[in-house]
């Protein structure tokens, strides 16, 4: 290959790149739009978020129905144990009775 067309060439890739670069660009316009909006979006909430008064007794309320969740959960989760346990004791009291009848 000659300097003149090796040269040739770096140019002709030089300006294949430059338009990759250009499409790439106009690619990522509109999704550095969108950041922008949702960054400006983003410093609305925390700016109404900070002056929002602050509720202790609605932090309280909730804390207070997280408590009451989990023991409904533990509540729950014992009373399937005890079904649990009344299906395994049924099962037992008919294979005992169907014993009994067959003597």
Request: proline share 2%; charged share 30%.
């Amino acid at each position: 290959m000659s300097a003149e067309s090796l040269d040739e060439w770096g140019r002709g890739r030089i300006l294949e790149l430059q338009a990759a670069i250009a499409e790439t660009q106009s690619q990522l316009d509109p999704v550095i739009d969108s950041i922008e909006e949702l960054n400006r979006r983003e410093g609305i909430l925390r700016s109404e978020a900070h002056t929002s008064p602050a509720d202790d007794g609605v932090r309280a309320a909730y804390d207070y129905s997280v408590a009451v969740a989990r023991h409904v959960e533990s509540l729950r989760s014992r009373m399937n144990e005890a079904e649990e346990y009344v299906r395994q004791k049924r099962l037992l009291l008919d294979q005992v009775t169907r014993c009994a009848i067959a003597r």
